[in-house]
């Protein structure tokens, strides 16, 4: 049952870490495009 719960958590963890780098690769070129204006 341990493994089992480990690797949720893993996947959550790796789940929130793309949502992040998502946002903040759109923010950075939203910011890169609006400030090239």
């Given at each position: 049952m341990q493994p089992k719960i480990n690797w949720?958590?893993?996947l959550r963890g790796i789940a929130?870490?793309?949502?992040?780098?998502?946002h903040t690769t759109t923010w950075y070129i939203?910011?890169?495009t609006?400030?090239?204006?």
């Open positions: 949720i958590d893993n929130c870490l793309m949502v992040v780098m998502i939203t910011n890169a609006a400030s090239a204006r």
